[in-house]
């Protein structure tokens, strides 16, 4: 049974800096395709970035480019969710998906229903 559970989420004010991490357990596959998602308040879940083959492909939301940086450690079989420079708009509940590798491609990685597998949500709240 695959589970993905992040944590890491918190209140910050703009401007500042908060790490999402995501541990993962019981698929089958050794080299996912990772993401996480962002569900803003009354809006659509929208991917913010994925990763595949320990950092040899990322993709990332234009909204979030140059701010926000994914990472991997197979090793722990965990993904990170590094983001600075935060905004009140990146107020929302953040999702860590995986899925297979073949998702990891520029016109398929921010498609949620690629992925089958998802985390339970991590909260993240900037004030302005």
């Known amino acids: 049974q695959v589970q993905l559970v992040e944590s890491g989420g918190g209140s910050v004010q703009a401007g500042g800096s908060l790490r999402l991490s995501c541990t993962a357990s019981?698929?089958?596959?050794?080299?996912?395709?990772m993401a996480w998602f962002r569900q803003g308040p009354g809006g659509e879940r929208e991917g913010v970035a994925a990763?595949?083959?320990?950092?040899?492909?990322?993709f990332y939301a234009d909204s979030v480019k140059g701010r926000f940086t994914i990472s991997q450690d197979n090793a722990k079989n965990a993904v990170y969710l590094h983001m600075s420079s935060l905004k009140p708009e990146d107020t929302a509940i953040y999702y860590c998906?995986?899925?297979?590798?073949?998702?990891?491609?520029?016109?398929?990685?921010?498609?949620?229903?690629?992925?089958?597998?998802w985390g339970q949500g991590t909260q993240v709240t900037v004030s302005s």
């Open positions: 990763i595949y083959g320990d950092g040899m492909s990322t």
């Open positions: 019981g698929y089958s596959y050794s080299s996912p395709c």
């Open positions: 998906a995986a899925d297979r590798s073949d998702n990891c491609v520029e016109w398929l990685w921010f498609l949620r229903h690629r992925y089958n597998y």
